[in-house]
């Protein structure tokens, strides 16, 4: 869609509500990266006062809904022609392109400034980077070029937790590190799910998903390696100090029933293993980093 036709469009419909703002920041999408952002807050060593840690978590949930937003304006001529996407602000023409640029642009810089000044500066700046690797890296650059966007633009979303661990630290070490490693193993297997019974409005789109150009057999395989490389990568916290046996117990069942689906999708022929695999994806990771915050959150929980 142009901008052209969305001006024509908005022109017959109604002005933007707060709930239109709201979908722009993709809050659905947000509320996962806030936990573990959180949960990484939780896990690190040291101690974070309750105010600072409420501006940090905010900031997170800023920052990502910011992303959010300039990703619904840099896509939305291919959002106006996929099926899940069509329903969004911009392509209906409830905001205005521009408005939806300035309106993720200031909560970006509005987040990695507040960070910086009430937080840390080590925490500002990996936000900033995740929200500029998502926008200019992923969405500019990756997506719409190469199958293997979301597994090197889904770094993007395996930053919170390493936030939120400098957020209280002020830094960066190997434990922070090994859950980036898990979001970012996580994320293929994932949005690959998605994309096998949304194959077709990727292909109507033009954005190179996996299922698109190489084909299914090729994209299930390849979930199922990722779901293997993620079991080692889902236990490494437990061998680093910052998990206890409660975790380690859950990390292995939920990796092992991770697998099961991919295996499944591998010998399917229809779509419905597919959705339920990408249903699942979004409870493992949510259970895993809850398994992580609750041990922490019991005294004595190691």
């Not at 239109?20 to 952002?37: N, Q, W």
């Amino acid at each position: 869609m142009t901008d052209l036709t969305v001006q024509r469009v908005s022109a017959d419909a109604p002005s933007a509500t707060v709930g239109d703002f709201i979908e722009l920041l993709k809050p659905r999408v947000m509320s996962l990266v806030v936990f573990t952002g959180f949960a990484g807050m939780v896990v690190a060593p040291g101690h974070l006062h309750p105010l600072l840690a409420s501006v940090a978590v905010l900031c997170i949930a800023v920052g990502a809904g910011a992303s959010g937003a300039i990703n619904m304006w840099y896509d939305r001529d291919i959002d106006a022609v996929m099926t899940r996407t069509a329903r969004r602000p911009i392509p209906t023409g409830r905001v205005a392109p521009d408005e939806a640029l300035a309106f993720g642009v200031f909560l970006a810089v509005a987040a990695v400034l507040v960070m910086g000044v009430a937080v840390n500066w080590v925490a500002a700046g990996i936000l900033a980077l995740a929200t500029l690797f998502y926008v200019f890296v992923y969405t500019m650059w990756l997506k719409r070029r190469t199958p293997q966007n979301i597994v090197i633009g889904g770094a993007a979303g395996a930053f919170p937790p390493m936030i939120g661990w400098a957020a209280v630290t002020g830094g960066v070490d190997v434990a922070s590190i090994a859950l980036f490693a898990l979001i970012f193993l996580w994320t293929p297997p994932h949005f690959w799910a998605l994309a096998l019974f949304r194959s077709g409005d990727y292909a109507r789109a033009g954005v190179p998903m996996l299922p698109v150009v190489e084909g299914p057999e090729t994209t299930k395989r390849q979930m199922l390696l990722y779901t293997l490389l993620l079991l080692p990568a889902a236990v490494a916290p437990f061998f680093l100090g910052i998990a206890g046996y409660a975790y380690l117990a859950g990390a292995v069942v939920l990796g092992l029933l991770f697998v099961l689906c991919a295996v499944r999708v591998l010998k399917s022929t229809d779509d419905k293993p597919a959705k339920q695999m990408f249903g699942f994806s979004i409870l493992y990771l949510f259970l895993l980093f809850a398994l992580l915050v609750g041990e922490h959150a019991v005294p004595g929980g190691f």
